[in-house]
């Protein structure tokens, strides 16, 4: 499984859900919100003798912090299970991410809590998100 790819695909698929400004397939230095990035992974390798790998990225999304109120709205669209505004949604309309994975799924949201990027706090929450796929020397 290409990580580079899967991580590509899911911040592509984020920048269809409704509302998000900018999707970003790694932790990003400046945020434009909100804002949807591919975080940290986690990896299960060699799951099969096959070379099954079960993963798990954190999606973020951040909103302003601006109005105590409007940014935690905001963030509770992105929570819904189904919608335009919905990440988990977006993600699972396509589980293979056209080929990158054999499947995905959101299992659950974790959040709203305050997050920090550089000197500026921002609200947010994040989407576990299990990428299951085979590990080859071809990616």
Request: charged share 25%; glycine share 10%; with cysteine.
């Amino acid at each position: 499984m290409d990580f580079v790819l899967v991580s590509q695909r899911l911040a592509l698929a984020g920048a269809e859900v409704a509302g998000i400004v900018r999707a970003d397939p790694m932790v990003p230095d400046s945020i434009s919100e909100p804002h949807l990035y591919v975080g940290e992974w986690t990896i299960n390798y060699d799951q099969t003798y096959g070379g099954l790998v079960d993963a798990e990225v954190i999606v973020r999304v951040l909103t302003s912090r601006a109005d105590d109120m409007a940014g935690q709205e905001r963030l509770k669209d992105f929570m819904r299970r189904t919608g335009p505004t919905s990440v988990k949604a977006r993600f699972e309309a396509d589980p293979t991410l056209g080929g990158a994975c054999q499947d995905l799924h959101v299992r659950q949201f974790r959040g709203h809590r305050q997050y920090q990027v550089g000197e500026k706090r921002y609200y947010g929450g994040e989407w576990p998100v299990r990428v299951i796929g085979i590990d080859s020397e071809e990616g």
